[in-house]
């Protein structure tokens, strides 16, 4: 079965401090990886997918299938940065389905 | 363009009531979904809908019934609502074709029940 994991419930880094939020998934495929934010009172919205290979509001993310991990990277964190984080899988099959890792609440101090 | 709307915002229920949560898309995307958030638990996917007429169970079904009611509109139902679903509900739209395409979520409803 397909699963994601993000260790970290809760991440408190101090302002313009690199930023790490750490993803492991466990998928016998190719796997389709995206991040999503949520920040206060918001909607949950895209922030990247691994395919784009893009930065996003400064965040880079790099598949890396010998660990299977997609880990979150940002090298100053700014204080807007504070939200919650969630690391996405796509599902094998069908439907388009997202498996969801639990999140990691991020918090950047000043 | 609202996107996807979600109503109610909040909504608190006595065990054993029952209740519809609502969702609207008007971005013309085949696939909607139904999501409940939890704390420590992320978002996990209960139903959704890959196309207008068809509906599919996801991780955690129990307890919830939906409609497709058309391309638009994607309905959760509370038959018997309780305590354990109280949670924050996000619905979330997808163009049906194409690889790596986001999906799109709503604002959420916050659902207590006592």
């Known amino acids: 079965a397909q699963r994601v994991t993000q260790p970290e419930k809760l991440l408190s880094v101090f302002k313009g401090a690199p930023v790490e939020l750490k993803c492991n998934y466990s998928?016998?495929?190719?796997?389709?990886l995206f991040w999503y934010v949520q920040y206060s009172r918001q909607r949950l919205q895209l922030l990247l997918r691994?395919?784009s290979r893009e930065s996003i509001k400064g965040f880079t993310a790099d598949l890396n299938k010998g660990e299977t991990s997609f880990h979150l990277k940002k090298p100053f964190a700014q204080e807007e940065d504070s939200a919650m984080y969630y690391c996405?899988?796509?599902?094998?099959?069908?439907?388009?389905?997202?498996?969801f890792g639990t999140g990691t609440q991020l918090k950047v101090e000043l | 363009n609202a996107g996807v709307t979600q109503t109610p915002k909040f909504q608190v229920l006595k065990t054993g009531q029952s209740m519809t949560l609502q969702c609207a898309q008007d971005?013309?995307?085949?696939?909607m979904y139904w999501y409940r958030q939890d704390p420590g638990m992320g978002l996990r996917l209960i139903y959704y809908?890959?196309?207008?007429?068809?509906?599919d169970k996801g991780e955690v079904p129990n307890g919830y019934n939906v409609s497709r009611l058309n391309k638009r509109e994607f309905s959760l139902r509370l038959e018997s609502a309780a305590p354990s679903q109280t949670s924050v509900y996000f619905c979330?739209?997808?163009?049906?074709?194409?690889?790596?395409?986001?999906?799109?979520f709503g604002p959420g409803t916050r659902l207590t029940v006592l």
């Open positions: 971005m013309n995307h085949n696939s």
């Open positions: 998928y016998s495929g190719s796997p389709e």
């Open positions: 691994h395919i």
């Open positions: 809908s890959a196309s207008e007429g068809t509906t």
């Open positions: 996405a899988l796509k599902h094998q099959g069908g439907g388009n389905k997202l498996t």
């Open positions: 979330a739209t997808r163009p049906g074709q194409g690889a790596w395409r986001e999906q799109f």
